[in-house]
């Protein structure tokens, strides 16, 4: 289940992504738990109504049988033992309960509804929840500090995924943009130096074979799709190549324009990303800052908290 701040309020464990989503509940917690949580809910605004009802009327105090019924949703007996039940409080239907016993049981409400409403799943109600100054993370209570650097190092971890996989795709690309210039010279090389010899599909082939004994791909296929069209395949050993046709320097040249195509629009794709990148990077040292400006501002409340000791 998805879990934070094991430790104790205010100390966050890892500097890991963690769930602020709720706890992994099945269909049947889900069930339950929405349940207690509209029940505490429901309960809550009944206590409020009765509490106004004293107030107005000049009133000190009075019963959960004043306010609660056999007929009311929750009825008396079901509203007594979720107290019981889910509070702990020792209180019977005919106790009477002063003013401040009211408002103690309904920000106890409050609190308890919250708190199993952040078990719940985002889209079923849940998340983080905040009440009467509590804050509450996956059935938890945490401190404002714990949601705080929660959310925030999660957005570092999520930035940190995004860098990578550019970074990656950057890797790979580079890594093509090199094979692809080295297929570029073996073609350069293999060129005549005038315009009457021939170069056969059996020659480029073995240029082809000696460049996947390397690279583990057809240059052909990956570089030259525009050259290789309708030019048919061979298999050698097999693997599958696409061929080329019988070539002079003229059409060479037009391979070689092929081939420096895939080049180019592998940098342009490079550049897309770097872009993308840089603002990654950007956001990430935003997050960094604010985590060490929160850092600072907390450690020097704590500090002229001590002094005035």
Request: net charge negative.
């Amino acid at each position: 289940m998805s879990s934070i701040n094991t430790g104790a309020l205010g100390a966050i464990n890892s500097v890991t992504y963690t769930s602020l989503d709720g706890l992994d509940l099945t269909a049947a917690q889900i069930s339950s738990t929405t349940g207690k949580v509209q029940t505490a809910s429901t309960m809550s605004g009944d206590l409020q109504r009765a509490i106004n009802a004293l107030l107005y009327n000049n009133q000190k105090s009075c019963s959960l049988s004043q306010i609660f019924t056999a007929q009311s949703n929750p009825t008396l007996a079901q509203a007594t033992a979720f107290l019981q039940t889910n509070l702990n409080a020792s209180v019977r239907a005919d106790d009477l309960l002063s003013l401040d016993d009211l408002k103690t049981v309904k920000k106890a409400l409050d609190n308890f509804g919250n708190k199993e409403a952040s078990k719940l799943p985002g889209n079923s109600g849940g998340g983080i929840k905040s009440v009467n100054g509590n804050f509450y993370v996956n059935g938890q209570e945490v401190t404002i500090q714990d949601v705080f650097m929660a959310v925030r190092v999660n957005q570092l971890a999520n930035f940190e995924d995004q860098i990578n996989a550019y970074m990656n795709q950057l890797q790979k690309n580079n890594d093509l943009a090199r094979a692809a210039n080295a297929w570029i010279t073996t073609l350069n090389n293999m060129t005549p130096t005038n315009t009457d010899t021939h170069v056969s599909p059996a020659s480029f082939l073995a240029a082809q074979q000696s460049f996947f004994a390397q690279y583990s791909y057809d240059p052909v296929a990956r570089f030259m799709p525009t050259s290789a069209s309708g030019g048919g395949t061979s298999v050698v050993g097999g693997h599958t190549f696409a061929l080329l046709p019988d070539a002079i320097s003229t059409k060479i040249s037009a391979y070689v324009t092929d081939a420096k195509n895939y080049v180019t629009n592998i940098n342009s794709e490079n550049q897309t990303a770097q872009t993308y990148l840089d603002q990654l990077n950007n956001k990430r040292s935003e997050v960094l800052d604010s985590i060490t400006n929160f850092t600072k501002s907390e450690g020097q409340v704590q500090q002229d908290m001590s002094s005035k000791l």
